[in-house]
């Protein structure tokens, strides 16, 4: 049913997250394919970034499996895992506010690098990013904390595909900026689908959601509750208000 | 004072400068990535000094002299990178603090380390071949190595600000200064990026210290003096600015000179000297820069630096276990003279204890509810201490009123300090507590007509029938009890609540109309009044103060209980100022390497309890509870 | 008759006008938005209105008394409430205790060195909390609470010196639509019954056309529009630096 069309790219099994004597994450299983755009929905709190910060390696108290390109990351340091081309953006930004933007990109450096099958993946200088993110190109030295929210936020995006990722962990794009930066922000994640790049989304907002996802899973209380395509989320009202609702 | 000797003093001052800095930008690395105020830095330093005496007269000549300060510097940095890698490491998650301890836990070792290596003796390295002579310089003679070091400052600080701003190891660990998780996740292998910092700091750091070799002699005291300066340097400079340390070098160090320069000045009505000034000079410029800039020269207001630490936990009052375990120690403590016949000794470490735990209390009673890191907290045990006994000894008073009249005194120079403290906050606050605790420390040394300067004041014994050790034990325990219960039973008032509120989230605690700096002001006052009694108490059991006991060494030993305890629990400054105590008298009394031993056992717990005796405890109780709650 | 009336406000940070001769007014009992991108002067003009900002020029009326320049904590005792944009509340309290922080605050007690804190106001902090529907969590540390509930506890906090004027800067960022939806619903309901007057900024156009008795557009730091919600809908300059298409929210314009 709501497996991914091609080859899973990044495949979590049995994902258990805690923080301190709190367990965040029950038993997550889910999969993202090469080229597809998965997004993570549910309220706050809901557990999406846990599950992405768990996928990096960020939250120390883990258990379960995560593969990609079927190795098995879950014993992994953010740094190696990011150097196996899983790219991460996190929910608050994190820009290094006082690096100026061709510093901030070049932090996230990384040589080019191939999908498992050989296939070289998109290769993202700064002049190609500027292009992708004209607001960015008018500022090359502008430091990062006097930066907007969404110019941090088409940053934030742009220092994580400096690194060349194969898949990206999206953390939230369209959280507290304005409606037309969040308009971007979806126009960004279709053109890097047509670049070959998976892409998993933690999402609240579905009008958002529908206009990128392909999939859907659903989070509550850090279970998974419902999956299926955006078409079908988009047909079943009841689930929108069961764990969305507008 | 002509002007030529002015200016001759002004360039001396570039060369001390030199020294300042090199200590002060590797600490200032390693404090901006990875966010541990390492103490044992100024321990390197003095390694570097030791390290490069040995090259020099063991191989001598050129090769050992300038060989010999490469060398060292590279040597240094391989210890630093060493101590990274085998210690700090583990402990990048605890509590700020915390690693504070783990690095002065190092200073212990590392200072008995050099003393069984190469002895107590001062060590006087060679003169530097190539730069023996002097040159005439304003009509007097000038060391030409003096010359070469007013270079190597500016040089070192040319070299780190093209590292710095132009290189992409210096992006990484600007980044990493602000946040080494997301440099990491971006795919920068962070700990060795900590590793290669901790290196260069303690290259610069070791290099610093060889290069003295040829000035100033080796010695055991160096480092606590080389990191105390450092930190002024550093706070003074702004952290993080790398240029702000070679400017508050050079400041520092300038007038320093010109205190000595000045020397003895007739202003007619009286005679000031000037040089008595060197030993707080610097602490005056810091302290007066703090107050004009919180953030120093060239420093920024510190943005929010993600914590890892974890959060507190509500305070509760004690349950009926804790009380009940109170009740036994205070009737264990109130029986405690009936053994003393079998061991008198049992007496006098059990005053000691009681002192100390009303130190440790009212240093946590800042520190943890309050926030507030004092590094000075000395001073208000000094104040108390003296107070009594400069009382006794100008007024004949008895021991009552001088007992009395200590808590003021603390009180009034906590009320005095507290106002310009509380302005600040982290580790500013802490090097400011520092730097008025050394202002009280160098003026009970220097005020010698009055305070017997370095000889401290004596006799000043209690009255019958408080000689008896039984009866001023008992004395001490009815004084400590109400203490630590009173600055308990404030920690449960609205007064203790608002002052958590400050500490939680000032943004909010100003919404709703309190007014923090007031409540945390009062809150430091009290908490110095507290630790006066403690100080009065000191006095009449020891029959003396000097200035020694007052030293940077008390207020380290008060954060030490404190932290050892745990930061986060009520009683466990009382657990931690017991621990620290008896460790330190049995341990002294057992070995000559006691430091060390005492380190390795600080280093020990800090790697057994990361959040401190009774916190780990704490969190193990309740570990246990939720699992058994998840079993049923 | 208005509760706060803003004239000619003015900041700059390092010669950047954040905010540029605003003026507007916030009548009693009103619902008002503040929307516009980010950067636009939004939270310098709350930061002003509450004190944490002094401003370089302008008047700020707040029952008729020009509040400009007055500390937070003053301003708060005048009646004027705030929640942040990151919810800021004390993490080592309980629930309660917070509510309770701001009562002992209210009644001057902060120097009370004697009596216990825990004891004082627990009545009324229950009640207040009832109302945003937080009692069941009393006596919870707040920092283990969910986001969306922490942002409640702000609101409580925020209500307990029965304020005449709430600013909330951001109250839904972070949080989900439901969430969203009834954390409005919950200060709409609180504004009716207690003739409250609520400034607040917001992101989330779907609560901001809902809800909003009023709105102000602010970009660039001036003020382009002000008007109801059908006003600034088919308002051609808030889409153009603003809107957008609406594809990314539901009451989108037509």
């Known amino acids: 049913m709501n497996q991914p069309v091609t080859a899973p790219m990044l495949n979590v099994e049995r994902l258990n997250a805690w923080y301190g004597a709190a367990q965040i994450l029950y038993d997550l299983s889910f999969s993202v394919g090469r080229g597809e755009v998965v997004a993570l929905m549910g309220r706050n709190g809901a557990g999406k970034s846990t599950t992405m910060k768990s996928i990096m390696g960020l939250i120390a108290q883990r258990g379960g499996l995560v593969q990609f390109n079927d190795r098995d990351i879950s014993r992994l340091q953010p740094f190696e895992i990011a150097r196996l081309g899983l790219g991460f953006t996190p929910e608050d930004r994190r820009i290094f506010v006082d690096l100026t933007v061709e510093e901030n990109l070049d932090i996230g450096r990384q040589p080019p690098r191939h999908f498992p099958d050989g296939a070289p993946a998109p290769v993202w200088t700064p002049q190609r990013l500027y292009a992708l993110f004209p ?97 079908e989320l988009d047909a079943n009202e009841d689930i929108q208000r069961a764990y969305l609702t507008v | 004072m002509t002007l030529n000797a002015f200016l001759f003093q002004a360039l001396n001052g570039l060369s001390t400068a030199s020294g300042l800095f090199l200590i002060a930008a590797g600490l200032s690395l390693i404090f901006g990535v990875s966010r541990i105020v390492n103490i044992a830095h100024g321990s390197l330093y003095m390694l570097g000094t030791y390290i490069a005496y040995t090259f020099a007269t063991r191989i001598g000549g050129v090769t050992g002299f300038w060989g010999g300060i490469v060398a060292t510097a590279i040597i240094v940095g391989i210890i630093g990178a060493a101590i990274e890698f085998v210690l700090l490491r583990r402990i990048y998650r605890a509590p700020e603090l915390f690693q504070l301890l783990a690095t002065f836990a190092l200073v212990l070792v590392i200072n008995d380390s050099a003393l069984y290596l190469w002895g107590p003796e001062d060590l006087l390295g060679p003169r530097a071949p190539g730069l023996r002579d002097a040159i005439e310089v304003l009509g007097r003679r000038l060391p030409s190595y003096d010359l070469f070091l007013i270079f190597v400052g500016p040089a070192v600080l040319l070299v780190l600000h093209v590292v710095i701003t132009k290189t992409r190891f210096g992006r990484l660990i600007r980044a990493a200064t602000q946040d080494r998780e997301m440099v990491g996740a971006l795919g920068v292998n962070q700990a060795m990026l ?8 303690s290259l610069l750091a070791g290099l610093g210290g060889a290069l003295q070799i040829a000035r100033e002699p080796a010695n055991l005291a160096t480092d606590l ?17 790398i240029s702000g340390a070679y400017l508050a070098a050079v400041l520092i160090a300038e007038v320093k000179a010109l205190c000595i320069g000045l020397g003895v000045v007739d202003f007619g009505l009286m005679k000031i000297n000037f040089t008595k000034f060197t030993l707080v000079a610097e602490f005056i410029v810091m302290a007066v820069v703090l107050i004009v800039r919180p953030y120093g020269l060239l420093g920024r207001p510190q943005g929010a630096v993600r914590s890892i630490a974890e959060a507190e936990e509500p305070i509760r009052p004690a349950n009926v276990f804790v009380k009940a375990l109170g009740i036994v120690v205070f009737a264990a403590l109130l029986a405690l003279p009936l053994f003393a016949n079998y061991s008198p000794y049992l007496l006098v470490l059990g005053i000691d204890v009681l002192i100390a735990v009303l130190f440790a209390a009212s240093l946590h009673f800042i520190m943890g509810p309050g926030g507030m890191h004092s590094f000075g907290h000395a001073a208000y045990f000094g104040l108390g201490a003296y107070g009594a006994a400069l009382l006794v000894k100008w007024m004949a ?29 982290g580790v500013y606050l802490a090097m400011l507590t520092l730097a008025f605790a050394q202002i009280i420390w160098a003026a009970v040394y220097q005020w010698e007509p009055i305070t017997g300067g370095s000889n401290g004041v004596v006799g000043v014994w209690p009255p019958a029938p408080f000689n008896k050790a039984t009866v001023y034990f008992l004395l001490a325990l009815a004084l400590t009890v109400p203490g630590v219960l009173l600055l308990r039973r404030l920690l449960f008032s609205p007064f203790g609540y608002a002052m958590r509120a400050g500490r939680d989230s000032p943004l909010r605690a100003e919404a709703i109309g309190i007014d923090v700096k007031r409540v945390h002001w009062l809150a430091f006052a009290i908490a110095g009044g507290i630790c006066g009694i403690a100080g009065g108490l000191f006095a009449f059991a020891k029959g ?66 990361p959040s401190g005796i009774v916190g780990t405890l704490v969190n193990l109780t309740r570990r246990i509870r939720l699992r058994r709650k998840a079993a049923t | 008759m208005s509760e706060l009336d803003i004239r000619n ?4 940070f390092g010669g950047v006008k954040a905010v540029n001769d605003v003026s507007f007014t916030v009548k009693r009992g009103e619902f008002l938005a503040m929307i516009g991108p980010n950067g636009a002067g939004k939270s310098t003009c709350f930061n002003m209105i509450n004190g944490q900002l002094a401003p370089d020029a302008g008047e700020i009326h707040f029952e008729r008394r020009n509040i400009a320049g007055m500390k937070p904590r003053d301003i708060w005792r005048l009646g004027v409430g705030r929640t942040f944009q990151i919810a800021a509340t004390f993490g080592s309290m309980t629930v309660l205790e917070n509510v309770q922080m701001a009562l002992i605050s209210h009644g001057r007690e902060l120097y009370t060195m004697w009596s216990k804190a825990a004891a004082l106001h627990r009545g009324r902090a229950l009640a207040i909390l009832g109302q945003v529907g937080m009692a069941e969590a009393a006596d919870r540390p707040t920092r283990e609470l969910a986001y969306g509930d922490v942002k409640r506890v702000e609101l409580a906090i925020a209500l307990a010196n029965d304020p005449a004027l709430l600013l909330m800067d951001e109250p839904t960022a972070g949080m989900a639509p439901r969430e969203r939806n009834e954390l409005i619903k919950l200060v709409k309901a609180l504004v009716v019954e207690r003739g409250i007057s609520v400034l607040f900024t917001e992101h989330s156009m779907d609560v901001v056309f809902a809800f909003a008795d009023r709105i102000i557009v602010l970009a660039r730091g001036r003020v382009i529009a002000d008007g109801n919600a059908a006003a600034i809908r088919e308002n051609a300059k808030v889409r153009e630096v603003y809107f957008g298409t609406g594809k990314t929210f539901a009451g989108a314009p037509a």
């Open chain 1, 135 to 231: 607001n960015l190109a008018e500022m090359p030295k502008r430091a990062g904390g006097s930066m907007s929210g969404g110019e941090q936020q088409m940053l934030t995006v742009a220092r994580t595909l400096m690194g060349n990722p194969l898949l990206v962990l999206l953390d939230e794009p369209s959280e507290g900026v304005a409606p037309l930066i969040v308009e971007q922000m979806a126009q960004t994640i279709i053109e890097l689908k047509k670049e070959g790049l998976s892409i998993l989304l933690s999402e609240q907002n579905v009008h958002f959601a529908r206009l990128v996802s392909d999939r859907v899973y659903m989070l509550e209380k850090g279970q998974l509750r419902w999956q299926g395509t955006m078409a």
């Open chain 2, 194 to 201: 900590f590793t290669a910092v901790f290196a260069l700091g």
């Open chain 2, 225 to 241: 003096i080389a990191i105390g300066d450092a930190f002024v340097v550093v706070v003074v400079g702004g952290m993080g600015s």
């Open chain 2, 397 to 425: 008073a008895p021991m009552g009123l001088a007992l009395a009249f200590a808590p003021l005194a603390a009180f009034a120079g906590a009320l005095l300090f507290g106002w310009f403290a509380v302005r600040l906050s």
């Open chain 2, 544 to 609: 003396s103060i000097s200035p020694e006991t007052i030293h940077v060494g008390r207020s380290i030993d008060g954060l030490v209980m404190v932290l050892l305890g745990g930061l986060q629990t009520l009683t466990g400054p009382i657990v931690g100022a017991s621990v620290f105590a008896v460790l330190q008298d049995t341990i002294m009394r057992s070995t000559v390497y006691w430091r060390a031993l005492l380190g390795l056992v600080i280093l020990f717990l800090v790697l057994i309890f």
């Open chain 3, 9 to 12: 406000l003015s900041k700059s």
